[in-house]
């Protein structure tokens, strides 16, 4: 069975603090996305990486950053965690072409105080 | 840009109602188009897809067919029942962009018995 999971389900920080999401997928996929979700806003791309070492800017890439260094695990940061940073984060992983489903951790729900 | 709009909610039926959600898109080129259902507390899954023009997606009772002349990719299922209360999410491949989704707003859908 497919599975991706992500380390923590919820998490509350204090402004300022670096904070790591950790992401593992088990499906031997070449991509891996990091999402936030906030609420009348959907689903937004933050990070997406398509290689060991690789990555690419999504659409909200400010105040982010990742680190792959294994296909199996993508990891995001937030260097200095901010309360606009408070929400929903999704890990999802695919094969690499564009008609592929993506498949989906549990979510992670941040609280940044 | 890319875009996918959906009908807002929350949408509230009675079991074994009719359920349409609608979704259009503004695209380039040939997209993949996606339906994923987020149920309380879990992350997202696919429940259908179409990767051409006039393709019919179907799971779980759920159909959407994609219609380039209307660009619509609309969700319909004939009779919903209390365990399809979910937040229901309208996807889009991006243009040659291997893998990744565009992602309308969500549409919270709850069924009362």
């Known amino acids: 069975d497919v599975k991706v999971t992500q380390s923590s389900r919820y998490l509350v920080k204090r402004t300022g603090e670096k904070v790591f999401l950790e992401c593992v997928q088990d499906?031997?996929?070449?991509?891996m996305f990091w999402y936030r979700q906030d609420p009348g806003l959907g689903l937004r791309l933050i990070y997406f990486s398509y290689d060991v070492k690789m990555k690419e800017k999504g659409d909200i890439p400010e105040g982010y950053s990742v680190s792959r260094e294994k296909k199996e695990r993508f990891s995001l940061i937030l260097e200095s965690a901010s309360t606009n940073q408070t929400s929903m984060y999704l890990c999802a992983s695919s094969f690499l072409a564009s008609q592929e489903t993506q498949y989906f951790g549990p979510g992670t729900r941040l609280l940044v105080l | 840009g890319d875009s996918v709009t959906q009908m807002e909610g929350p949408v509230t039926l009675s079991e074994e109602a009719f359920l349409t959600i609608n979704c259009t898109y503004t695209?380039?080129?040939?997209?993949?188009l996606f339906w994923y259902v987020q149920y309380p507390g879990e992350g997202l899954q696919l429940l259908l897809k179409a990767t051409k023009a006039d393709d019919k997606g179907s799971n779980k009772g759920f159909e959407a067919t994609y219609r380039k002349e209307t660009t619509s990719f609309h969700l319909e299922k004939g009779s919903v029942q209390v365990s399809d209360s979910a937040v229901y999410f309208c996807?889009?491949?991006?243009?040659?962009?291997?893998?990744?989704?565009?992602f309308g707003q969500g549409t919270e859908l709850s069924v009362k018995p």
């Open positions: 499906m031997d996929h070449e991509n």
């Open positions: 996807a889009l491949s991006r243009y040659n962009q291997g893998g990744k989704l565009i």
């Open positions: 695209a380039t080129g040939y997209p993949s």
